[in-house]
């Protein structure tokens, strides 16, 4: 998914909803993950596949903020990285400035929504029984902590956010850039060449901001700002939790932006644009 001469936000929203959907599930176990909460189950397999399962709380807001979110980014970047290039800028300036941008808009507008999703997840919250859960955790956050309280945990947010997109449209554009022309008209060549952008860029995008999913949503359990959180996990348990749910989580994060960069091209082959 190269930077796109069409300016048509369509097939970005198309790929990114279908990838949202999807992948819901494996969200969902990543977001258990992270967050420490206990799940049934004896071994890692059964707990990671008892998270999975429904019920999935909190679904249509969390597919529809992911949904909006990724496609912004990944349409804002690629407009922002043409435009730029026409001004002059290199590839590398084109590909991370308007992807940092649009990711912290993106991340700021979802924030209050990403913290009540998450926190609907606990086995047992009594808010997530509710018809609106998660307008429900929203009202209580908001009348129990504040307003501002919404908002906690959008500096670790961002600073996973950003980079993750950033870190994935680098990749998508320099690849697409340097690797081998293929025949456009060699359907199983191009078909190859936009999985590998992909795959390459979904991973590296979720296995570098690991930690920071993990910080921001221990900080929605103990409403802790950012370092004094991450000064009391390394005393806990060394650096051992920047590894906590990643297992769940290069799957639950690389599954989707790869997904949505390659449906991306497909949904353009399909619509003409």
Request: proline share 7%.
């Given at each position: 998914?190269?930077p796109?001469?069409?300016?048509n936000?369509?097939?970005?929203?198309?790929?990114s909803?279908?990838?949202?959907?999807?992948f819901f599930?494996?969200?969902?176990?990543?977001?258990?993950?992270?967050?420490g909460?206990?799940?049934?189950?004896?071994?890692?397999?059964?707990?990671?596949?008892?998270?999975?399962?429904?019920?999935?709380?909190?679904?249509?807001?969390?597919?529809?903020?992911?949904?909006?979110?990724?496609?912004?980014?990944?349409?804002?970047?690629?407009?922002?990285?043409?435009?730029?290039k026409?001004?002059?800028f290199g590839?590398?300036?084109?590909s991370?400035?308007?992807?940092?941008?649009?990711s912290?808009?993106?991340?700021?507008?979802?924030q209050?929504?990403?913290?009540?999703?998450?926190?609907?997840?606990?086995?047992?919250?009594?808010l997530?029984?509710k018809?609106?859960?998660?307008?429900?955790m929203?009202?209580?956050?908001a009348?129990?902590?504040?307003?501002?309280s919404?908002?906690?945990?959008?500096d670790?947010?961002?600073?996973?956010?950003?980079?993750?997109?950033m870190v994935a449209?680098?990749?998508?554009?320099?690849?697409?850039h340097?690797?081998?022309?293929?025949?456009?008209?060699?359907?199983?060549?191009?078909?190859?060449?936009?999985?590998?952008?992909?795959?390459?860029?979904g991973?590296?995008g979720?296995?570098?901001?690991?930690?920071?999913?993990?910080?921001?949503?221990?900080?929605?359990?103990?409403?802790?700002?950012?370092?004094?959180?991450?000064?009391?996990?390394?005393k806990?348990t060394?650096?051992?939790?920047?590894?906590?749910?990643?297992?769940?989580?290069?799957?639950a994060?690389?599954?989707?932006?790869?997904?949505?960069?390659?449906?991306?091209?497909?949904?353009?082959?399909?619509?003409?644009?």
């Amino acid at each position: 998914m190269a930077p796109s001469n069409s300016s048509n936000p369509v097939p970005y929203f198309a790929a990114s909803g279908t990838s949202a959907l999807a992948f819901f599930p494996l969200w969902k176990a990543a977001a258990i993950g992270q967050s420490g909460y206990e799940v049934a189950g004896a071994t890692p397999l059964q707990k990671y596949l008892q998270a999975m399962k429904p019920p999935w709380r909190g679904s249509l807001v969390v597919i529809g903020g992911m949904t909006w979110a990724r496609a912004a980014i990944f349409y804002g970047s690629d407009m922002g990285s043409r435009w730029m290039k026409q001004q002059g800028f290199g590839i590398g300036v084109s590909s991370t400035v308007p992807s940092l941008v649009v990711s912290i808009f993106a991340q700021t507008m979802n924030q209050p929504f990403v913290r009540s999703s998450i926190m609907i997840q606990k086995p047992g919250e009594p808010l997530a029984s509710k018809t609106f859960p998660n307008f429900s955790m929203l009202k209580y956050l908001a009348t129990t902590k504040g307003l501002s309280s919404l908002w906690l945990g959008l500096d670790a947010a961002i600073l996973k956010t950003a980079p993750k997109y950033m870190v994935a449209v680098v990749i998508k554009d320099y690849m697409g850039h340097y690797l081998a022309p293929v025949d456009p008209n060699d359907k199983n060549a191009v078909l190859v060449k936009s999985a590998k952008i992909a795959v390459t860029a979904g991973i590296a995008g979720a296995v570098m901001t690991n930690p920071l999913d993990v910080v921001r949503n221990e900080m929605f359990k103990t409403e802790e700002k950012m370092i004094p959180c991450m000064v009391r996990m390394t005393k806990e348990t060394g650096l051992m939790w920047f590894f906590r749910g990643i297992n769940k989580n290069w799957i639950a994060v690389a599954a989707p932006i790869a997904s949505t960069i390659f449906l991306t091209d497909r949904f353009k082959v399909w619509m003409h644009v």
